[in-house]
T-cell receptor, first 109, second 112 residues
Framework: RKEVEQDPGPFNVPEGATVAFNCTYS??????FFWYRQDCRKEPKLLMS???SGNEDGRFTAQLNRASQYISLLIRDSKLSDSATYLC??????????FGKGTRLSVIA | SQTIHQWPATLVQPVGSPLSLECTVE??????LYWYRQAAGRGLQLLFY??????ISSEVPQNLSASRPQDRQFILSSKKLLLSDSGFYLC???????????FGDGTRLSIL
């Protein structure tokens, strides 16, 4: 089983829609979780950390489910500018971050 | 505030030529430093990471090497490039191993 798994997509959604991505991880000892955003031919950028109690940043909501070992990202009121690849990132102990391969989102006018 | 500089932005090299990519971080001390490669349409592959000067951990055996001659300088090198070395090379830093990483703009390397 891969350490971090994501549905590659693409998710094609209309503007204004709500879209959610899940990401599963295999190491139950994982401690820190993040979502990154990567635009085409650009570097990944930190979107938000994921906290145990869940957290929200504007239109973005991140959730952690330790029992089922997955994290989620919910985007409300999608904008054209949200089109990108979203990377799920997990870390545990003294090992570097493990990046998922990403889920591609296309928001269509 | 912290900044990370990576250069060059693009590079075209012939097969068999040497390589040196440099990355520097400003505004922080003793950062963790990382080199990644991303092939077209693929995920990030961690190549090397360093938790201090002269300390390099290699994740993938290949014809690349890394060095950290100064606290905030990380260099990726090769003596002889292969066609398979083409890709998008990214340098990143973090405060600690479990902390978010922050990436440079990347170097797009094409081997001919």
């Amino acid at each position: 089983r891969k350490e971090v798994e994501q549905d590659p997509g693409p998710f094609n959604v209309p503007e204004g829609a709500t879209v959610a991505f899940n990401c599963t991880y295999s190491n139950s000892a994982s401690q820190s979780f993040f979502w990154y955003r990567q635009d085409c031919r650009k570097e990944p950028k930190l979107l938000m950390s994921v906290y145990s109690s869940g957290n929200e940043d504007g239109r973005f909501t991140a959730q952690l489910n330790r029992a089922s070992q997955y994290i989620s990202l919910l985007i409300r009121d999608s904008k054209l500018s949200d089109s990108a690849t979203y990377l799920c990132v997990v870390t545990s102990g003294n090992t570097p971050l493990v990046f998922g391969k990403g889920t591609r989102l296309s928001v269509i006018a | 505030s912290q900044t990370i500089h990576q250069w060059p932005a693009t590079l075209v090299q012939p097969v068999g030529s040497p390589l040196s990519l440099e990355c520097t971080v400003e505004g922080t001390s003793n950062p963790n430093l990382y080199w990644y490669r991303q092939a077209a349409g693929r995920g990030l592959q961690l190549l090397f990471y360093s938790v201090g000067i002269g300390q390099i951990s290699s994740e993938v055996p290949q014809n690349l090497s890394a060095s950290r001659p100064q606290d905030r300088q990380f260099i990726l090198s090769s003596k002889k490039l292969l066609l398979s070395d083409s890709g998008f090379y990214l340098c990143a830093w973090s405060v600690g191993t479990n902390q978010p990483q922050h990436f440079g703009d990347g170097t797009r390397l094409s081997i001919l």
